[in-house]
């Protein structure tokens, strides 16, 4: 039976993408129900009136829970969320989120590669009062200022202790132009910093030459722009006689699904199977290449734990095709993706509508993709690596030196 095609609206975080998918052979009709969700929610019990009950026990608090400091939008609240948490694994709640029209803002602007804030990721621990610093984000005002496993003790004169992650996001966020100052603890040293925020952009796309014939490809984050940024520098290496590349997918944390596939499609030739999904009514499709003229580069892709989500996607599609080798450790192992809804008062809600598997049908949700080659590298030694100029990092970076050599062969 002919291959048929149709355009596929596709709503990722706020965007909406165009991507052709072709039906397999035999129609959709044999796709059905061959594959089981990752996730059933079902309750393992009768629960008969339940709408009825939920307004009793709603009313039931609000008249008898022992403090008069909540209100009747709060217990909605909670109960989305109690709600979407339901629908997430276990062990990756945040795959279910709601947001105010002012947090999905951050997020929007993140995703477009636009952000307003010092630049920090950090992790709290309430016990302590402390945010430890686990990222300095570049061309951000904290570069060059603060450096990872400093610790913030206070934000504007505030003590941290008992603090909600939501308080502590409001005292770090603000309108660029304005300042905040946080008192930091280093090795021994305690010290006060203030800083402006404003608007930057992360770099997610560095293209480096290597050897005359190698060049290698970083790529930070899945973000709007970057697979036009890439068939752009990979058309210059090809008019530049460069035939083989390193593309370094490590600490890559995803970002927008429907750029990977157009990243992963720049290398695979028309009606190659990008990637297989899992959706509603136990459907699978096929996302497929239309690219008559992909690139043809030798390619060695490096990976590690925290690999994930869109940048498994292209690892493990290169992978299946045997277009690319994967070195270093099992990925991240996020294999589902999500999409995010506007509702009528201007929030956003996030849950997951499909599964992810790879052209030959894996999954990698909860496992990781398997690199061809294990190379270890602890997260230290990698960070300390990604600091130094290129050119000294491939003579230290044993991924790299690993994969150069593969490459050679």
């Known amino acids: 039976m002919r291959r048929t095609a149709k355009m596929l609206p596709l709503t990722v975080a706020g965007f909406l993408f165009f991507l052709c998918i072709f039906s397999a052979p035999g129609g959709r009709a044999e796709e059905q129900a061959t594959v089981k969700p990752l996730f059933p929610v079902r309750l393992d019990h009768e629960f008969p009136n339940s709408k009825k009950t939920f307004e009793e026990v709603k009313s039931l608090i609000l008249k008898n829970y022992y403090s008069d400091d909540i209100s009747e939008e709060a217990l909605y609240w909670a109960a989305i969320e109690g709600m979407l948490r339901q629908i997430s694994p276990p062990k990756e709640p945040d795959l279910a ?115 005359d014939k190698i060049a290698l490809v970083e790529i930070k984050r899945f973000t709007a722009d970057v697979s036009k940024k890439l068939k752009d520098e990979l058309s210059k290496l090809k008019e530049n006689g460069f035939q083989k590349l390193i593309i370094d997918l490590r600490n890559n944390p995803g970002g ?3 750029e990977s596939l157009r990243v992963v499609e720049l290398f695979l030739p028309e009606k190659s199977i990008l990637l297989r999904t899992f959706q509603r009514e136990q459907k699978l499709q096929n996302y497929v290449s239309v690219n008559t003229e992909p690139f043809a580069f030798e390619m060695a892709i490096l990976v590690n734990h925290n690999t994930a989500s869109s940048a498994e996607v292209l690892a493990s599609s290169l992978q299946d095709h045997q277009r690319a080798l994967i070195i270093g450790t099992r990925t991240f192992g996020k294999g589902v993706f999500e999409n995010t809804f506007k509702l009528d008062n201007d929030f956003r809600v996030k849950f997951i509508t499909g599964a992810m598997y790879s052209p030959k049908g894996q999954s990698w949700h909860g496992n990781g993709v398997t690199p061809d080659f294990l190379v270890e590298q602890d997260d230290k030694t990698l960070e300390a690596l990604l600091k130094i100029e290129v050119g000294e990092r491939f003579r230290k970076d044993v991924a790299m030196i690993t994969a150069y050599k593969l490459l050679m062969r």
Do not use: C
Request: proline share 5%; net charge neutral; hydrophobic share 40%.
């Open 97 to 211: 989120k709601i947001w105010t029209a002012e947090a999905y803002e951050k997020i929007f602007l993140a995703l477009q590669n636009n952000l307003i804030s010092i630049g920090l990721k950090s992790s709290y621990n309430p016990n302590e009062g402390s945010l430890t610093i686990t990222e300095v984000l570049p061309n951000s005002p904290a570069e060059s200022i603060l450096k990872p496993y400093d610790r913030i003790l206070r934000i504007n004169s505030q003590p941290l202790k008992a603090k909600t992650l939501q308080e502590l996001n409001a005292l770090l966020d603000g309108e660029a132009g304005t300042e905040v100052s946080l008192t930091v603890n280093r090795d021994i040293n305690v010290f006060d910093v203030t800083l402006k925020r404003r608007k930057f952009s992360m770099e997610t796309l560095i293209v480096s030459p290597l050897t």
């Open 256 to 258: 927008i699904f429907a």
